[in-house]
C-alpha cells in the first residue's frame, strides 16, 4: 500500500504515510468492531490452497 510516496517533498511524503496509516487503522477498527478481526498472518498462495483443502 505504502511502497512510494505520491509526492516529492518531505512535508508531501509525511502527509501521505499519515494519511494511509489511518486508514489502514480505521479499517482495523471497523473489522474488530464488527467482531471480523483482520488476519495478521501472510500465507503464500500454496499455503492458503492447503489450508482451504484440508479444512
Same mark, same amino acid.
Given at each position: 500500500?505504502?511502497?512510494r510516496a %505520491?509526492? %516529492?517533498g518531505l512535508a508531501k511524503? *509525511? /502527509?501521505d *504515510?499519515?494519511?494511509s496509516a489511518t486508514a489502514l487503522? /480505521?479499517?482495523r477498527l471497523n473489522?474488530?468492531?464488527n467482531g471480523h478481526p483482520l488476519?495478521?498472518?501472510n500465507h503464500s498462495h500454496l499455503a %492458503? /490452497?492447503?489450508l482451504h483443502l484440508v479444512a
Open positions: 500500500m505504502g511502497r %505520491r509526492y %516529492r511524503t *509525511h /502527509l *504515510h499519515t494519511t487503522n /480505521l479499517i473489522a474488530w468492531w488476519d495478521r498472518t %492458503r /490452497l492447503q
